[in-house]
Nanobody
Framework: QVQLVESGGGLVQPGGSLRLSCAAS????????MGWYRQAPGKQRELVAR???????NYADSVKGRFTISRDNAKNTVYLQMNSLKPEDTAVYYC????????????WGQGTQVTVSA
């Protein structure tokens, strides 16, 4: 059984920063891809950033240059450093882990709220 524990969300003013963390535990070895998605009210869940085992990253265009994803493979933990936050970044952020390249075997975190407001 795989469990994901997220932390780091909260309320921040526009232009501020937050760092999200997601620790995966369970029967995991050399996780294939770890990433972050977000869902704002009334909108579909969307990819924010993901990082593959070998280091390749993908970012949504809306966060490029502001957000940075990283991972600690020894700890099975993925981070999302969010800088220059904007009100439109407000959403519930979800961690997603694909242990292998086999599709439809992913795990999701419970979500953490990020609110950007003055």
């Amino acid at each position: 059984q795989v469990q994901l524990v997220e932390s780091g969300g909260g309320l921040v003013q526009p232009g501020g920063s937050l760092r999200l963390s997601c620790a995966a535990s369970g029967s995991l070895f050399s996780i294939y891809v770890m990433g972050w998605y977000r869902q704002a009210p009334g909108k579909q869940r969307e990819l924010v950033a993901r990082m593959y085992r070998g280091g390749t990253t993908n970012y949504a265009d809306s966060v490029k240059g502001r957000f940075t994803i990283s991972r600690d493979n020894a700890k099975n933990t993925v981070y999302l450093q969010m800088n220059s936050l904007k009100p439109e970044d407000t959403a519930v952020y979800y961690c997603k882990v694909d242990p292998t390249a086999i599709p439809n075997q992913e795990y999701w975190g419970q979500g953490t709220q990020v609110t950007v407001s003055a």
